[in-house]
T-cell receptor
Framework: ETGVTQTPRHLVMGMTNKKSLKCEQH?????MYWYKQSAKKPLELMFV???????ENNSVPSRFSPECPNSSHLFLHLHTLQPEDSALYLC????????????FGSGTRLTVV | AQSVSQHNHHVILSEAASLELGCNYS??????LFWYVQYPGQHLQLLLK??????LVKGIKGFEAEFIKSKFSFNLRKPSVQWSDTAEYFC????????????FGAGTRLFVKA
């Protein structure tokens, strides 16, 4: 366990489905992040939340919708995804503004069929 | 815009060989620098970090990295690799005035032959 827990570990969904990814941390961090990890590409920052406020939305399509109900929980709601959205979705947390490094979760392997 | 470049996508070494993975970034301001490692089937974890002070930083498992400001580089080194170092290594840069944005390189896959 890393201190950042992501569920589910694997998800297969059809293009018309609605699903949600969950991330939870109890490290006392005040910032949480969603990253997308695709093969042979750099990690892509999707969303950043600090103190439950979204502070970064990196031009992510609206079929991805984040939610941060409190400083310990972060969700990524998925709706009408495309096959090219298949990837490993990573949640991370850190202190802000002093970023001493991220703690990552194990990720959710998403396959869109 | 900030970017991070890792020179090698794949590196293959024999055990006991020395390792150096290159990382260059583009950003003119003050930065925090990181190396992360992802062992097969495991999560990304922090290997080492540089914020200020001695430009030679030491991390876990015998790794070290040197920040050369004039070259915008933060190369990762290990004098003698082991089979267990087989992993993917990511360089990352966080601009101190860049708010929350940490930019990652594309990663270098290291395979160490036993």
């Amino acid at each position: 366990e890393t201190g950042v827990t992501q569920t589910p570990r694997h998800l297969v969904m059809g293009m018309t489905n609605k699903k949600s990814l969950k991330c939870e941390q109890h490290l006392g961090h005040n910032a949480m992040y969603w990253y997308k990890q695709s093969a042979k590409k750099p990690l892509e920052l999707m969303f950043v939340y600090s103190l439950e406020e979204r502070v970064e939305n990196n031009s992510v399509p609206s079929r991805f919708s984040p939610e941060c109900p409190n400083s310990s929980h972060l969700f990524l709601h998925l709706h009408t995804l495309q096959p090219e959205d298949s990837a490993l979705y990573l949640c991370a947390s850190s202190h802000y503004p002093a970023n001493y490094g991220y703690t990552f979760g194990s990720g959710t392997r998403l396959t869109v069929v | 815009a900030q970017s991070v470049s890792q020179h090698n996508h794949h590196v293959i070494l024999s055990e006991a060989a020395s390792l150096e993975l290159g990382c260059n970034y583009s950003y003119g301001g003050t930065v925090n620098l990181f190396w992360y490692v992802q062992y097969p089937g495991q999560h990304l974890q922090l290997l080492l970090k540089y914020f200020s002070g001695d430009p030679l930083v030491k991390g876990i498992k015998g790794f070290e990295a040197e920040f050369i400001k004039s070259k915008f580089s933060f190369n990762l080194r290990k004098p003698s690799v082991q089979w267990s170092d087989t992993a993917e290594y990511f360089c990352a840069v966080n601009a101190r005035t860049g708010g929350f944005k940490t930019i990652f390189g594309a990663g270098t896959r290291l395979f160490v032959k036993a």
